[in-house]
Nanobody, 127 residues
Framework: EVQLQASGGGLVQAGGYLRLSCAAS????????IGWFHQAPGKEREGVSC????????YYAGSVKGRFTISSDNAKNTVYLQMNSLKPEDTADYLC????????????????????WGQGTLVTVSS
């Protein structure tokens, strides 16, 4: 059974940082692209970042480029999202998902390209 579990959310002041983790199990990690998404209250879910261990491809949404960094630890089947210079508009529920096509240049942050979803972790950035 494919499982994805996001963790690491919390309350932080604007300008601060958090590191989110996405622990994956039930599938061969290298065969998938792992993406991060966020969903603010009353808004649509949006793609934030993606990483593929098989080809090293990554993707970042324009709003987070230069502030967020995605990385993976294949030995731990875990993907991390380092979020720096956080802004109040980053406040959202953050979820991770897996795409069976392991190329982030292709799947990017498009929801329909992802096949498995985990529960979210809430990030709140105060002004």
């Amino acid at each position: 059974e494919v499982q994805l579990q996001a963790s690491g959310g919390g309350l932080v002041q604007a300008g601060g940082y958090l590191r989110l983790s996405c622990a994956a199990s039930g599938f061969t990690f290298d065969d998938y692209a792992i993406g991060w998404f966020h969903q603010a209250p009353g808004k649509e879910r949006e793609g934030v970042s993606c990483i593929s261990s098989s080809d090293g491809s990554t993707y970042y949404a324009g709003s987070v480029k230069g502030r967020f960094t995605i990385s993976s630890d294949n030995a731990k089947n875990t993907v991390y999202l380092q979020m720096n210079s956080l802004k109040p508009e980053d406040t959202a529920d953050y979820l991770c998902a897996a795409a069976t096509y392991p190329n982030c240049t292709v799947v990017q942050g498009t929801l329909q390209n992802y096949d498995y979803w985990g529960q979210g972790t809430l990030v709140t950035v105060s002004s």
